[in-house]
């Protein structure tokens, strides 16, 4: 550990040697970058915390000089970095022992949830290590960092309460009792401290010291604070008084598994009948073996079967990769477009657990979220077919414990240069490996019978093993013998684009062998898969390519299978090697130009088709273009929205790729009405980084036709929305507003009026937001459109604008009037509850809000689930139970953050706070009324920036703080004033009153 801050401020060298530190103001500086580790500290922020907000005239240039010394002591790991506007500190999370201390406590909580307490005592334990003392244990705390401090400091008390419950679980009761008689004496109102004090106790034989140390929490809570245990210890109490069974200790064995990781397992199947590569293979060993080899490439002409080698020897290898191994195939050669660094890695972050809706968008940051979970793992990398070092270098992983291995048609010299990889050249096969390669696919008895025949194949095959294969599935199909199979191959024309130096006729001979003995349809198919975008297909799109019957194109997909010409994947998925994909391409030219376009017509309009009827099953409700489609196959049928988010989630790939290709290459419609179709879906996976690129793609195919330009821009717009970044958001939509004018496309410009209405609502301008959804109202009304969704977002509007009954008679509305979407019925019933609430009628909002939950998790609307979650929190706190809404607010809070959404994040982020108030707890509820005030502010969420400004001049009235409780209740009651939040004001001023 190279920087230490959990304690005195400390720098140690790669030797363990401790660094000479400056200057109590330099000292001070480095700990307020190291507590906002990786994160850019302002100017502003570091000269008002080093001087108590005076900072005197030569301030600036103090920090200048005290940075270019702290630069000297810098370490590897290390990086001290002046950005725009400040600052920032740059650490792996091995060189700074925050970092550290907060990925253990993670990887013990998770061994926990999965029931590995021994693993998790051990993170833990190993967690509470990195502690020396208070944090920047000697040095004048500014007050800008105290918040952190607190937060770590608060942390640290959790993870040690979880290590001793994960204690409990092994039966460690007998040591624990005498530590934790220690631990409540420092920490006297930590109630879960006192709970497993009083278990500990009991489960020693020690049940009157239990009962007299509840009795000596309950006297200390009373004379303290005013108050009695929670219902968690008063309940543990009554456990101990009754000698209740439950509380014994229970011996239970662990699960097998000793890692909370779950490995991604993604190698193809090794080839079968494998044969030779014995230099190759032994390279493979040398160079991998050695601790510092982190990439290897093996390059070569296509068909060499470098695939397979790479695949071949990772199956040998892969128990020295315990925590799993990747794979992808980059397309960097072949008829599709080589996957972008973006793309794979939102491919492998969602394979190394990270949700669609948590991948970043942009390569930088996705690259360095990818090389976060692989530090300190071993984990092998197979990056196939890739066309440059550009395309590979975002893949890499950062340590040297995980492994590379690139496969390539190109040297991969920029890969040897710049980042230390050691490349290997491979050739086709020795004769005598091809030989018996010949040999095992074709039958030893046929083989031996006609040896020069073989050796002649393979030499007519240049010994290129994906050649040699062909050749064989064609040979073994025949009666004749091999040496007239030879003369057949030899009569036939290369495929140039394959050629190698020495035999450049082989392999287009093999392909046009395999090709040639197809039946008429067959071969049809196989040349119409050239026009395919995307890695894969099924057989509906092979029916749609051919205008034939799926169960018919069974038979055509059976026959190319049984030929070798494609594989067959789970799931009803097929794949094409890029070779013959590039094949399948040229013989497509055999189709008359009308042809191709109407097969292509066939495969756009067939998945055109299915995703209509994938998102009208889903029930998104949102806003589409509605003219009729072609039925080109028949209709599939999902048994709910569940098995149809499933279908498009498979699908999503091909579905994308089209969109992409009918944006460059046309016909354009294609691109924006997928997009039109997709944005139901994307909304509700948040898969982001597809969702821009289609979206961003649609709006230049649109070009200047009104109606693709407001489909596609109402798709970008949403996107924008759903990360709330609202200022691009409203941009699109004003623009589509604008387009649907003009074009007399009334229903979407309703629904981007009821966009725009939610977005100002969110921002906290409500009367812009009541003029939008009143003018989407008018629309609607003159047009005799349903209005559910427009008065749905009017009651939500009503509630933050204070008008609780005009609230409940708009949502009624929508809930009783059997014309809402099950999303708009899901989110009317969970704002319906929140004016319930308020009303003070707590049995219905509890049942709109159970209602709206079930309804959301039936939908696969994560955010809403949240959202239902923090309105049953609230609701429950109301009722004086705070422990059910603890517990509902920390699911919220998990949900929240898992989907990366910052409105549900705040807004449970305030709603534990407010918990915390309830039960007295005012330093947690200064802690997360803080947290959600900072994050309202950062997410410019004006009703939750108001709900913890409340909270906080609640807890400063609670503890004493008159005047700081004073300033922030009148900064809510004028910021309330100011936007319209009227319920939020009436708050204010009632608070204000009691001072």
Aim: proline share 4%; glycine share 8%; net charge negative.
């Amino acid at each position: 550990m190279r920087l230490r801050v959990l304690g005195p401020l400390e720098v140690r060298d790669l030797d363990d040697r401790p660094q000479v530190l400056g200057r109590v103001k330099e000292r001070v500086l480095l700990g307020m970058l190291a507590l906002r580790v990786n994160t850019l500290v302002s100017r502003d922020a570091l000269l008002a915390g080093l001087w108590e907000g005076r900072p005197p005239r030569s301030a600036p240039a103090n920090v200048t000089s005290y940075v270019s010394n702290l630069r000297r002591i810098m370490q590897p790991g290390l990086v001290l970095e002046t950005l725009p506007g400040g600052y920032q500190l740059t650490a792996d999370a091995d060189a700074i022992d925050l970092l550290s201390f907060e990925r253990l406590v993670e990887q013990g909580r998770q061994a926990r949830a999965d029931g590995q307490h021994a693993l998790a005592v051990e993170r833990l334990t190993q967690a509470a290590g990195f502690w020396r003392g208070p944090v920047m244990d000697g040095l004048p705390v500014p007050d800008a960092v105290r918040p952190e401090i607190a937060r770590l400091e608060d942390l640290r008390l959790t993870a040690l309460e979880e290590c001793i419950d994960g204690r409990l679980e092994l039966g460690q009761h007998g040591t624990l009792a005498d530590e934790l008689a220690v631990l409540t004496s420092r920490h006297e109102f930590r109630e879960r401290l006192w709970g497993q004090r009083i278990l500990a106790l009991y489960r020693s034989g020690r049940q009157s010291e239990a009962l007299a140390a509840y009795q000596e929490v309950h006297r200390l809570l009373d004379e303290h604070l005013g108050i009695e245990p929670g219902a968690a210890l008063r309940a543990l109490h009554q456990q101990v008084l009754r000698s209740d069974p439950k509380l014994e200790y229970a011996v239970v064995a662990e699960p097998v598994v000793v890692s909370s990781w779950t490995p991604p397992r993604q190698l193809p199947p090794t080839v079968w009948a494998f044969t030779g590569r014995a230099d190759e293979l032994a390279w493979l060993e040398s160079q991998g073996a050695a601790e510092t080899m982190t990439v290897m490439a093996l390059v070569g002409t296509a068909g060499m079967g470098k695939t397979a080698l790479a695949v071949h020897w990772a199956h040998r290898v892969a128990d020295r990769f315990p925590d799993g191994q990747l794979y992808v195939d980059l397309h960097g050669h072949g008829t599709q477009d080589p996957s972008t660094p973006i793309e794979v890695l939102t491919s492998f972050l969602r394979a190394l657990g990270v949700p669609s809706e948590r991948i970043p968008t942009d390569v930088e940051t996705a690259t360095a979220s990818y090389r976060s979970k692989l530090a300190g793992r071993r984990v092998l990398v197979i990056l196939d077919n890739a066309g440059s070092a550009e395309q590979v270098r975002p893949l890499l992983p950062g340590e040297p414990g995980c492994l590379t291995i690139v496969t390539s048609r190109r040297r991969m010299t920029g890969l040897v240069a710049l980042d230390g990889a050691r490349a290997h050249v491979v050739g086709g096969l020795t004769p005598d490996d091809a030989h018996e390669l010949l040999t095992r696919l074709l039958g030893a008895d046929r083989a031996n019978a006609e040896p020069a025949a073989v050796a002649k194949l393979g030499e007519v095959c240049a010994h290129l093993p994906l050649a040699l294969r062909l050749a064989a599935a064609r040979v073994a199909g025949m009666d004749g013998s091999i040496e007239d199979c030879v003369a057949d191959l030899t009569s036939v024309q290369t495929l140039d684009m394959l050629a190698v130096d020495d035999e450049p006729s082989a392999v287009r001979a093999v392909f046009d062998s395999s090709y040639e003995p197809l039946n008429p349809l067959a071969q049809r198919l196989f040349r119409l898969l050239g026009l395919v975008p995307g890695g894969g297909f099924t057989r509906r799109t092979a029916a749609a390519l051919l205008d034939v019957h799926p169960d018919k194109a069974d038979a055509v997909l059976d026959v190319l299978v049984s030929a070798s010409m494609i594989e067959r994947r789970a799931a009803g998925q097929f794949v094409m090697h890029d070779l013959l994909c590039r094949y399948a391409t040229e013989r497509v030219a055999a189709e008359t130009t009308e042809d191709r376009a109407a097969a292509l017509g066939r495969l756009f309009g067939s998945y055109l088709q299915d995703t209509e009827t994938a998102v009208v099953t889903m029930g998104s409700g949102m806003a589409r273009i509605t003219q009729p489609l072609a039925e080109i196959l028949p209709a599939l049928e999902f048994q709910g929205s569940g098995e149809a988010l499933a279908w498009l989630d498979a699908q999503r790939e091909s579905l994308v790729a089209a969109a992409l290709y009918a944006a460059e290459h046309g016909p354009h419609g294609v691109a924006w009405r997928l997009c039109d179709q997709l944005r139901g879906y994307f909304w509700a996976r948040r898969c982001h980084p597809e969702w821009l690129t289609v979206a961003e793609a649609a709006v230049t195919a649109a070009g200047d036709d009104l109606e693709a330009a407001a489909a596609a821009r109402h798709c970008l717009g949403d996107h924008f929305w759903s990360l709330g970044d609202y200022e691009p958001a409203i941009r699109q939509y004003v623009q589509v507003v604008a387009a649907c004018a003009e074009a007399g496309l009334a229903r979407r410009q309703v629904g981007v009026l009821i966009n725009l209405g939610a977005v100002h609502r969110e921002l906290g301008h409500l009367n812009q937001a009541h003029d939008r959804l009143r003018e989407a109202l008018d629309v609607a009304q003159r047009n005799e459109f349903a209005e559910t969704t427009i008065r749905a977002n009017l009651g939500a509007l009503h509630v933050e604008m204070g008008r609780m009954e005009d609230a409940v008679q708009e949502h009624t509305r929508v809930v009783d009037g059997g014309q809402a979407s099950a999303p708009e019925r899901a989110f009317s019933l969970n704002s319906l509850a929140t004016a319930h609430r308020h009303l003070g009628h707590l049995d219905e909002a509890q049942s709109c809000a159970m209602d709206a939950l079930a309804l959301h998790r039936e939908t696969g609307n994560r955010a809403g689930e949240a959202s239902a979650l923090e309105t049953l929190a609230a609701i429950h706190l109301d009722r004086d139970h705070p422990t059910e809404a603890f517990t509902f607010a920390k699911d919220a809070l998990a949900i929240a953050q898992a989907i990366a959404n910052p409105r549900a994040e705040t807004a449970t982020l305030t709603m534990l706070a407010a918990v915390h108030l309830h039960q007295g707890d005012h330093t947690q509820a200064e802690h997360y009324f803080t947290l959600g005030l900072e994050s309202a502010r950062t997410n410019r969420i004006t009703y939750t920036e108001l709900e913890a400004l409340l909270g906080l001049a609640a807890t400063h009235q609670a503890t004493a703080r008159p005047t700081t409780a004073r300033a922030l209740a009148t900064e809510a009651r004028q910021a309330a004033q100011a936007s319209g939040f009227a319920h939020h004001q009436a708050t204010a001023e009632t608070l204000l009153r009691t001072m």
